[in-house]
């Protein structure tokens, strides 16, 4: 006997039906999936993405991003991400009308950026961690994007978006740890940077201080001098990207779709 027409007809319902209960079906119940309009103003939330901001959504899919980092915060029976700080409430369909694709990411290897935006607004901050994010969280595994930023010689003025801060290289002789126990007590903490060197910020007058203590063989400056750290247009654009992510508002409850609650 022919199996073949039943073994395909089977394989064909299976794809039908996971077809859909996976695209359909969730597409026909979010269609109409709206912006708010804020009562007794013209605010809608979310707002779309000003040109900026999309081309910095570009760079963050370029860079791999999301491998690393979501833009979903869970509630239910994953309520930490509100304890850390991630959201002020679950995400909502609604938070994603303008994206295409839509950036969940798949794995957080990195914080949740669903609301960091709201979480951190200084553009020095973001380029700095952009630079090395080892100046800002230690022992960060996240990849530095240091391409995206030109180190060049300061000007007759200094650009006004140039990285702003004090950190210093310390190449440490003999053994590290007592050095670092010296350090310490000397009230110096320092980070073990990329490369083996050390890095701290320090104010750059401290730095003949420094030099003084057993075990440090040399401080140079982070930037060398006469020199700045000026973030590239793709930089700018990304860190306008991140900085819109801001998922605080309000959801009304007639969007809060209890299916997905």
Known sequence: MNFGPLLFLGIFITFISAWIGLVFAPAASLKNVQATVVEGSTVANPRPYTGQELLGREIYQHNGCVYCHTQQVRGGTYNNDLERGWGSRRSNPQDYIYDRPVLLGTMRTGPDLANVGARLTNDNWHFTHFYDPQLITPGSMMAPISFLFEL???GQTPAPDALKFNYVFITIAGD???????LKTAGFNLVEQRGGRYVGGFDPAKGQELAKIPGVKSVEPYVP??????????ARNLVAYVKSLDHSYEVPPAANYGRLK
Do not use: M
Not at 176 to 182: M, T, V, Y
Not at 227 to 234: G, L, N, Q, S
């Open 225 to 234: 001098a006469g020199h700045e750290i000026v973030p590239t247009e793709d």
């Open 152 to 154: 060049r010689p300061i």
């Open 176 to 182: 590290p740890g007592k050095a670092l126990a010296e």
